[in-house]
Every structure is written in structure tokens, then in C-alpha cells.
């Protein structure tokens, strides 16, 4: 399967996490050659035909060889070379009867191929999973089984053997595949993420800040000039909420930290101007929504008694993040919020104060009649 490389300046070679296993095949192949080669030195004697049994492990070393390229190169593991590669073992296998001579196998004397069979097995399961290592399990186990003169214990087990090794080895591979198709997916979301906060950046640094301008500037005039700040303002706040969304996505971990921009990006509105930095501002989960439910009930406030315009800045300053809200409205004397809770109306008390309290931030409200109204939430970093 061809993959290539994503735009992180990093490529991935085709197939790369089962190079380590064609490897090993190849490093199986040449040490069972070697078993091979020492049976056939230490029982030369007692086969029918000594030459015929040296053409054989000659034929074998040679395709040894030829695999180990073979399978080296991704474009040549396909059906040619491993059909080839049964039917070249399988040969090799049901000559053994002849070479060996009956006589002998009966004696106890091995079979020529012994463990070197087993290299179609791993090859086919490495390619194709557990189905296909199985599938060259059966057929090089039975020709095993039709070379003997007895079948035994020792003889099932072998069979049993390449089974095991067929879909053992097929699993790991398709392990190793779902693993670097996942790590592909990750690599490709990472990118796509720094892609999404580079645009966001050069966004909120150019056509964010000049569609605020304009809105603000022309939010008070009539005609043409009011309905081009009024379609900056909604422009504006459909921007944030594009940016918001992608900046935010994938920022949430199960019990990890949330990104603050993308609860208050809710907010956001032709009348609620939001203003947050590029880059994810991290909060523990229940910090962020306690204070962003602040941030909420503020607006709340800004709607009931203005005209509902509101300023929403977040500031990341460290050890702290502060939400400031401000609104143009008619403001409120000195005292006013105290005389409201001691009529019974808390909305600020509990709703704001009572929320920052519990997370053990603090509540700034700064107003004057005529001059509207300013909140600074500040939250420490880490929460209560």
C-alpha cells in the first residue's frame, strides 16, 4: 500500500512499518538455510541420492537470495513472487521422498526443507494477514504430511507449527498496518491544526481587526454607511465563529484541559465582539465552563439594560487568564449592585461573583453612570 508523506517536511516510506518484518523473513530464510545445510553435511550418507540432495539445498540457497531482493522491493510483493515462492518450496518439498529415499524417512532421517518451508508461510501472512499465512500453512503442512512414510506426534506438530506461525505473524502484520495508517491520520490532523492556526493568525491580525474598524465606526450611522457596519459586524462575527471552531477542534482531552476561545466563540455575535489570542488558551474543563457561564451571564446583563453592543476580551497571561467584558451602556452608581442583592435581585452576585468565587477567581466591575460597564474575570491557571 503506497503512502506518502504529509506536509510536515517528513516522508514516509511506502509500507514502513513492515520493512522490520520483510527484514526478518529475509534473516529467517538464511538461518534455517544454514540448519539445512548442516542436516544435509551430517546425514549425506544415509540419503538415496547424496548429488540430487545437493542440487536441492544449492536450488535453495539461490532462492533464498532471490526472495531477499524479491521482497526488499514493495512494487514485487505481489501475487508473482509469492505464488512463486510456494510452488518453488512445494517442489522442493515433494522431491524430498525421492532424494532422501523412503528407507531413510522412515529411519527418522528429516526432511530436506525442515524449517526453511516455513518462509512462504511468513511471507504470504506479512502480505496478506491471517487469512493468507493460513491459507500457505495448509498447503505446505499437507505436502509435508504426504512426504512421510508414518505420520506421528512430530509431524502434526510441525503442521500445527506453521499454523500458528501463519496467523501469528498475519495478525502482527495487520497490526502494523492499522498502526501506520493511524499514525498517518495523526500526522495529517497535526497538519491540517498548524495550517488552521496559521490562518487564524493571519486573520485575526488583518481582516478581523479591519471588519471590528469599520463596525465600530459606522455602528451609529444612518443609510448605507450603517448597513455596510452592520454587515461588517455580521461578516465579523461569522469569522470568529469559523476560526473559533477550527482552532478548538480536537482541544478537548477526557478529564484534560479545554480551550477557553472555543466556549466563549459562542458568544460572538453582530452586537458581541470577541477578541481572543491565535493560539488555544488551555483551562482545566470545569474552570473554562464556569467561566464562560460568567461570561454569559454578563452578556445577559449587557442585553437587558443597553443596547446590547459588548466588547468580550480574553488575556492569556500565564499563571492567570482574565476575560474582560465592556459595554457602552447607561452604567450604575457606586453601591447599586449591593442595594440589588439586598432586594433580592443576584444575578451578579450569583450568577458572576458566586462562580468566580467557587473556582477562587476574582471580580472587577468597574462602572460610573453614563459611561457603561466594565467586568475583569481572572481565574488562576491551574483552578481550585
Known amino acids: 500500500m503506497a503512502r506518502c508523506g504529509i506536509v510536515t517536511g517528513v516522508s514516509t516510506p511506502p509500507g514502513g512499518f513492515e520493512v522490520p518484518l520483510w527484514r526478518a523473513i529475509a534473516v529467517f530464510r538464511v538461518a534455517s538455510l544454514a540448519y539445512v545445510c548442516a542436516l544435509a553435511l551430517r546425514d549425506a550418507d544415509r540419503y538415496a541420492h547424496p548429488l ?12 533464498t537470495g532471490v526472495t531477499a531482493v524479491g521482497y526488499a522491493d514493495p512494487a ?18 515433494l522431491a524430498t521422498p525421492w532424494v532422501i529415499g523412503r528407507t531413510a524417512l522412515a529411519a527418522g532421517v528429516p526432511t530436506l526443507a525442515v524449517a526453511w518451508l516455513a518462509g512462504p ?7 496478506g494477514g491471517r487469512r493468507r499465512g493460513t491459507v500457505a500453512a495448509l498447503v505446505l503442512g499437507a505436502a509435508d ?8 506426534g512430530s509431524s502434526l506438530t510441525g503442521v500445527i507449527l506453521l499454523l500458528l506461525a501463519g496467523v501469528v505473524v498475519g495478525h502482527v502484520a495487520r497490526l502494523a498496518v492499522t498502526a501506520e495508517e493511524r499514525l498517518h491520520r495523526a ?41 455596510l457596519a452592520r454587515l461588517a459586524g455580521e461578516q465579523e462575527a461569522a469569522l ?3 476560526i473559533g471552531g477550527a482552532a478548538s477542534a480536537g482541544t478537548v482531552v477526557d478529564g484534560g484541559p479545554v480551550d477557553l476561545r472555543g466556549l466563549l466563540n459562542r458568544y460572538a455575535s453582530a452586537t458581541v465582539s470577541l477578541s481572543a489570542p491565535a493560539t488555544p488558551v488551555p483551562l482545566p474543563g470545569p474552570v473554562a465552563h464556569e467561566l464562560a457561564a460568567a461570561t454569559a451571564a454578563a452578556l445577559d446583563n449587557v442585553a437587558r439594560h443597553t443596547d446590547g453592543r459588548a466588547w468580550v476580551l480574553v488575556e492569556d497571561e500565564g499563571t492567570t487568564v482574565t476575560v474582560s467584558i465592556r459595554d457602552e451602556g447607561p452604567g450604575f452608581a457606586a453601591g447599586r449592585l449591593e442595594e440589588a442583592a439586598a432586594e433580592g435581585r443576584l444575578g451578579v452576585a450569583r450568577s458572576i461573583r458566586g462562580r468566580l468565587a467557587d473556582l477562587g477567581g476574582t471580580v472587577r466591575i468597574t462602572s460610573a453612570p453614563g459611561v457603561g460597564t466594565e467586568l475583569e474575570l481572572t481565574v488562576e491557571r491551574e483552578g481550585r
Do not use: C, K, N
Not at 52 to 63: D, F
Open 187 to 227: 500526522v495529517e490532523l497535526e497538519a491540517a491544526t498548524r495550517e488552521r492556526e496559521r490562518l487564524a493568525r493571519d486573520i485575526h491580525d488583518s481582516v478581523l481587526q479591519v471588519l471590528a474598524l469599520v463596525q465600530r465606526r459606522g455602528a451609529h450611522l444612518d443609510g448605507e454607511a450603517g448597513e
Open 76 to 93: 514485487r510483493r505481489r501475487w508473482p513472487l509469492l505464488l512463486a515462492d510456494l510452488g518453488v518450496v512445494l517442489g522442493i518439498m
Open 52 to 63: 540430487a540432495a545437493a542440487g536441492l539445498v544449492l536450488l535453495m540457497a539461490v532462492w
Open 121 to 127: 508461510v511468513l511471507a504470504w501472512a506479512v502480505s
Open 240 to 242: 470568529r465563529a469559523l
Open 145 to 152: 504430511l504426504v512426504t512421510r512414510e508414518r505420520i506421528g
